[in-house]
DNA sequence: CCTTAAAACCGAAACGTTTCGGTTCTTTAG
DNA sequence: CTAAAGAACCGAAACGTTTCGGTTTTAAGG
């Protein structure tokens, strides 16, 4: 391995000159500069992380956190996520730790062992729940970091996250505006912030309209098609009340939402509309529904580049407003709703 | 941030004696060390591992690095194998970095990459094919790695696996006692090595049973239910020469088989036995088929564990014998099997 | 009580980088 | 021609650990 030593003597310059040519300080002239790229080059220099981490504190490694009832998020999110983040940080010349916690163990613990003796730069907070305690843990020890979400009344750090309200908002206004007043809403886990988010859309939307609220309509549980399926025969329990519209959270459950319907034999959209939110996520095409699913969408893969971004400002400690985003979305129409 | 100084100053020790208790080094007396790790915990000392790594000349990070399609392994898979082993190493203190390379990025170079510049001490190759090209460089390269499986004939390096052999020999042995002699095999992908060693394993239980070959009933494909249901039923398409016993390589391709017969109007066991090989993935039980299925099994997760030392005692130098590991593995009868 | 061996301890160097606080050399202004 | 300013450079310290090559203390043997 060669040196910063190594290069000084084979340019007969100082260690010093060499490293500050190498990161392109202002105090080194041109010439210089290229002569030490070009020796680097020949040499087959690189640098020695753990030398640069140590004198400088930071370690360029970025770390996700995820707890041992990794079985509760489905495969196929928790593929896409890791991926997705793995992925837009190795093509920024980052490292992405992943870090599987045990069973019961204390979340905190392992954020605190991870920061002190791993040197790690940031972390990625995924699927936020209200009173997160790991944002307020995080906030506390000074450490740079980005959430996948955001936590209503509480914004003051970094995120990324696309307009839920919006989701939940849009949604049954489009049934609204369709004559439709007895609007069920199939939603997803119950503490999680974007859930919480869409249903103060929901919420809003139908009292905007002027229409009643039925507490009986907005179920909370797993996103899953067997969740969706047995929450949407629920409904159908007593006929008198009965929805004639169904936004769903997202497609899967949509899927269930569709299998229930049928099931009970009623038909997409003549007896019972169904919209949903969706996350383009592979192998659940909305327009392979039949009829095909009438979504907002915005892809779950579009923010992962962005959140690499924004964990790297945060850490170079760019203001508040250059490290939050919101993403915005699109209602597709196609063939699951009727007008009423 | 507690140093090794503060916690020499705290003791009156020297900060060299402090090192050494903490490390457990043989020169420091009981009650030293006991002394020694009580400050340690009560000032709350983490060692610091850029320090530490420039010191040692070791990174303590490992890593595994995925291709872009990570489509093609299952998502269920991807995340028993992404979860199995951050959480060993996790638990070994080790930092395990996910690298997802970019589509039709040259794998060798983000090796090379990670090895320079990041400074990782070795890596996790998993799905190894025959001719690994990836085994060839890090060999190369004289980077410590294990692999999760074997390459046939070109075992010279640390590696975790299981029998395969003995899963294709056992299983087909088994029906072959029971008097089948029609035995088809639904196997994994074409060029994985275990599919492979399977396979050798099925052929070697035929002819030591003095039976003969047929290639059409030994079918490689993709470990899916879907692809285990159209195997099956390819296997019935001239009934002259129908198998009466199925191996399958997974329990998922056995959810298919079963869906095939079923479709077919074959009964498991009395028209048709099955057998399979059970990693023991979570929603796929042996024990809920009807009936219930006759496996081989090894759970995919009681692997990590041994990989992660397996990794730790080659990147420590070990000989070969202390880096190889070839798991056992039970058959389980159950009731999918009917004695001729 | 002296010698020797073993046990317990310690100072200082080393790892490879960045950066602080200079110094030297060149250019410009008066 | 001199003073001042700016450009280019450099030595040494620092980061927190491990470890080499000792020294001091304790115990054992005679």
């Known amino acids: 391995m060669t040196t910063l030593k190594d290069l000084s003597r084979h340019l007969k310059l100082s260690v010093t000159q060499v490293s500050r040519a190498l990161n392109d300080h202002d105090d080194v002239s041109q010439a210089t500069k290229e002569r030490v790229q070009k020796a680097a080059k020949l040499l087959n220099y690189r640098v020695n992380m753990s030398a640069k981490r140590l004198v400088t504190g930071r370690s360029g490694i970025v770390g996700l956190v995820v707890e041992q009832d990794g079985d509760v998020l489905e495969p196929q999110l928790f593929t896409q996520v890791i991926w997705g983040l793995s992925h837009a940080f190795s093509e920024r010349g980052r490292q992405f730790i992943l870090h599987a916690t045990g069973a019961g163990g204390d979340v905190l613990r392992e954020y605190e062992s991870l920061i002190d003796s791993a040197g790690i730069d940031g972390f990625v907070?995924?699927?936020?729940?209200?009173?997160?305690?790991?944002?307020?843990?995080?906030?506390?020890?000074?450490?740079?970091?980005?959430?996948?979400?955001?936590?209503?009344?509480?914004?003051?750090?970094?995120?990324?996250?696309?307009?839920?309200?919006?989701?939940?908002?849009?949604?049954?206004?489009?049934?609204?505006?369709?004559?439709?007043?007895?609007?069920?809403?199939?939603?997803?886990?119950?503490?999680?912030?974007?859930?919480?988010?869409?249903?103060?859309?929901?919420?809003?939307?139908?009292?905007g309209a002027g229409l009643a609220l039925d507490q009986t309509l907005h179920i909370t549980g797993d996103m899953a098609a067997t969740a969706g399926l047995v929450s949407c025969i629920r409904l159908f329990d007593k006929d008198n009340v009965s929805p004639t519209a169904i936004v769903c959270s997202n497609i899967t459950l949509a899927e269930g939402a569709y299998a229930g319907l049928k099931a009970l034999g009623l038909a997409v959209p003549d007896d019972v509309s169904v919209v949903a939110?969706?996350?383009?996520?592979?192998?659940?095409?909305?327009?392979?529904?039949?009829?095909?699913?009438?979504?907002?969408?915005?892809?779950?893969?579009?923010?992962?580049?962005?959140?690499?971004?924004?964990?790297?400002?945060?850490?170079?400690?760019?203001?508040?407003?250059?490290?939050?985003?919101?993403?915005?979305?699109?209602?597709?129409?196609r063939g699951s709703v009727r007008t009423l």
Chains 1, 2 share one sequence.
């Open 125 to 207: 907070i995924t699927e936020p729940t209200l009173n997160d305690r790991r944002i307020a843990y995080l906030i506390n020890r000074k450490v740079p970091f980005v959430v996948h979400g955001r936590v209503p009344d509480h914004t003051d750090y970094a995120f990324y996250d696309i307009d839920n309200f919006a989701v939940g908002h849009d949604l049954t206004r489009y049934l609204i505006d369709r004559g439709h007043q007895r609007i069920a809403f199939l939603n997803g886990p119950a503490n999680r912030t974007y859930v919480e988010a869409r249903r103060e859309g929901y919420v809003a939307a139908l009292t």
């Open 277 to 333: 939110h969706d996350d383009l996520l592979p192998g659940h095409a909305a327009t392979s529904f039949t009829p095909p699913l009438t979504t907002t969408m915005v892809p779950l893969s579009k923010g992962w580049p962005p959140i690499a971004d924004l964990l790297s400002r945060e850490i170079d400690g760019a203001p508040l407003e250059q490290v939050q985003m919101v993403e915005s979305m699109d209602l597709i129409e």
